[in-house]
Structures are given as C-alpha cells and as structure tokens.
C-alpha cells in the first residue's frame, strides 16, 4: 500500500513542493489580489507572474540546498553567524512568522465569521482549532501533504473554472502580464505585498527541511534523480498556484473594477469574485476557500515557525506547542484591529508587505550557501542561475525601498 501511495504521489507530483505551495493560495493571496484588481484592474498582473517565476527559481535552490546537503538553510546559515548577530537574525525571522501566521489567522477567523454568522472577535478563539489538528496529522507527513493537496485543489480550481465561465479577454491578460507598471506609494505598497505573499520567506526556509528529510539516509545514492524530481514538483505545485493567484486577480477585476467597484476594503464582500460560478452560494463557498487556505497554509507556517525555533535554540520543539504560541501573541493584536474597525483586508496587505521586507534575510543566505563549492560539491548553482537569483533579490530590495521613497 505505502508502494503504491508513493507512485500516486510521483505521479501527481505531490511531495515537499505541494507543503510548500500552499504558502502560496493562503489569505495573503487572497487579500493582495483581491485588492489589486479591484483597486488596478490588471495592471499588477505582471506583479503576480514575475513574482510567481521567482518563487520557483528560489523554491528550487532551496530544495537543491536541502537534497545536498541533507540540512536545513537555516542549520547552515546560522552556523556561520557569531552570537549577537544569531540573535537578530532570529529576531528577523521570528517577526516574518508572526506576520505569516496574523494572515493565516485572519483567514480562519474570517472565515468562521462568514459560515457561522458571529463576531469576528468570538471566531477569533474558534481559531485554535488548528492547534488540535496539528497535534493530529503532522504526526504523517505523507498524510498531511496529500490533505493539503486536496485544499489547495478545491480553492485554485474554482477561479480557473471561472475564467472560462466569464469569458476572461486573453488580449488584455497577455498585455498586462508583460507591461511591468508602477504608480504612486499605493500601488507599489500593494505590489510589495504581491511579491511578499507570493515568496514568502518562512516557505523558502522549510523547502530545504523538508527536502533534507526526505533524502536522509539514502547515503548520496542518486542526487540527480532526486534534484530532477524535485525541479519536476516544484515546476508543478508553484506554477499551478501562480495561475490561482493570477486568476484572483483576474476575477476581482471583473467583479469589481469593471463596475466601478474600486475600494474594496472587506474580505466579506470578496465573495462576489466567485459568483459567476457558484452564484447565491458564492459567500458561503468563498469563506470555506478562505477557511481551508488559512486552515491549511497554518499548517505549514508553524512547521517553518519550529525549524526557526529548533535551529536558534538547538532543542526540539512540538509544533502544537509552537502554534499555540503563535495564536495567543496574534490574538491580541488581531482583536485590538477589530476593536478599532480595522478592516481585514489592510490587515492582509500591511503582514505581506512585512514579508517582502524579511525576504533578504531568507535569499542572501540561500544564494551564497548554493553556489559554495564546499557545501554543494558538483551540484552548485550554475552562474547565470546566480547571477539571476541575486539579480532578482536586489530588484526586492529595490521594490521595498522606493515604497517609502515615491
């Protein structure tokens, strides 16, 4: 039986890369879409494919790192720092999970708000119940990543449907998706936060995890297979969720900005982006795709949350335990913003545009430990993949600065 669930998921392409694509349909995507096309139409289209292709080329190099090696980036990185500046990296990557997890947190809580008709601030402590369901399926990995797989299927597959069901105008995807344009600190704030909750560092960080694990213990026997078929789901899982997340965008511009809809500030009214498809029950299945993105990119931030945990402190860490902290900080801030009439949908942004600016912390380590031929051997990252990758971070850092600058 385990024989035959390995070839279902070699066949489907369901392994570390589907765990981590998740990070990728969660509700700040949800969020950062929504807002862009609805605020821009679809002139950060371009935003959301460039950032798609570096996802991939980063998601690679992390796995690669992780197959060598056979550790974790941050096991090799940290190794390398002296004791104060451990720290501050650690502090670095702890505020980048705590961002991760308030967008993961809303998710959920919205969510409940939407399905079962209550506060947000009482479908606030409903939200623990991810604490449970860790405790209960990460003991499988195997398990867990076919879980996801199905959640992440059900969400991505009704926006590509609805491409269809309006008639999306391939002309003007195209054009869009190729004219790079930026006007005015908005929109590069919201474009900022495109490209955070599309590479999201604490994804990076786990992608090498999760690879080291699986090519433990095989003793070095077929690297290149094993690098192959990493390539193969990474191309797979973070492509398919890059058209989700195009196709988000896409619909939020049919259902609101071409009617004039542009300031769009509540995730409750974000379930008019499924109504070609669903109709009457566009809302209750927008906040069950809400729920399950959040529900199950959780799952993945917590385990990225230990590996921080696990690699600044040198001790294991139960990941349950590891959530449960996570919750109860966010839940103050998270309940202070709802005090405040705050709107989720700022909430979303302002954590993924947090992410983008923790992004160099994550792509510097990953980009110098890739090409050391000490580290890697004959399996370094080829120059012009180098060159790329570290054109790519600097176009981040780049993207970050000039939204306080313009």
Do not use: C
Request: glycine share 8%; proline share 3%.
């Amino acid at each position: 039986m385990t024989g035959k669930l390995e070839n279902l998921k070699r066949i489907l392409a369901i392994g570390p890369a589907t765990l981590v694509s998740v990070a990728y349909i969660d509700p700040g995507n949800f969020g950062t879409n929504i807002e862009a096309g609805s605020k821009y139409g679809l002139t950060l289209l371009w935003v959301v494919w460039l950032s798609g292709a570096m996802a991939i080329m980063f998601q690679y190099i992390s796995g690669k790192v992780g197959i060598v090696t056979e550790k974790g980036l941050l096991d090799v990185s940290m190794a390398k720092l002296r004791k104060n500046e451990k720290k501050l990296y650690f502090f670095g990557l702890f505020i980048a999970i705590l961002a991760t997890d308030m967008a993961e947190f809303v998710g959920m809580a919205v969510g409940f708000h939407l399905i079962l008709g209550i506060p947000l601030s009482i479908s606030a402590g409903l939200s623990v119940v991810d604490v449970l369901l860790l405790f209960l399926l990460t003991e499988d990995l195997g398990r867990m990543e076919i879980v996801i797989a199905g959640l992440v299927g059900i969400v991505g597959l009704s926006y590509l449907i609805e491409l269809v069901i309006v008639h999306a105008n391939p002309e003007e995807i195209l054009m869009h998706s190729f004219i790079p344009y930026l006007s005015g600190s908005e929109m590069i704030l919201t474009a900022t936060s495109i490209i955070g909750a599309t590479i999201m560092p604490h994804a990076i960080i786990l992608h090498s995890y999760l690879s080291a694990e699986k090519s433990a213990g095989k003793g070095g026997i077929n690297k290149k297979g094993e690098i192959k078929n990493h390539l193969k789901e990474t191309l797979v899982n973070l492509g398919g969720a890059s058209l989700v997340n195009a196709a988000i965008q896409i619909m939020s511009y049919y259902a609101f900005y071409l009617k004039g809809l542009t300031n769009i500030t509540s995730l409750e009214s974000a379930y008019y982006t499924l109504a070609p498809l669903f109709g009457a029950l566009a809302s209750w299945i927008f906040a069950i795709s809400l729920f399950s993105s959040g529900l199950s990119s959780s799952m993945v931030s917590v385990i990225a949350g230990v590996k921080i945990l696990e690699s600044y402190f040198g001790t294991p860490t139960k990941q349950w335990k590891v959530r449960l902290m996570l919750r109860l900080i966010n839940m103050v801030p998270f309940l202070i913003a709802v005090y405040l009439g705050v709107d989720m949908m700022s909430i979303l942004v302002y954590t993924q545009a947090i992410l983008s600016f923790s992004l160099p912390l994550v792509l510097f380590p990953l980009i110098n430990i890739s090409k050391d031929g000490n580290l890697m051997g004959g399996y370094k990252i080829s120059k012009p993949l180098y060159v790329i990758s570290l054109v790519s971070t600097v176009f981040i850092v780049l993207i970050n600065i000039a939204m306080f600058v313009f």
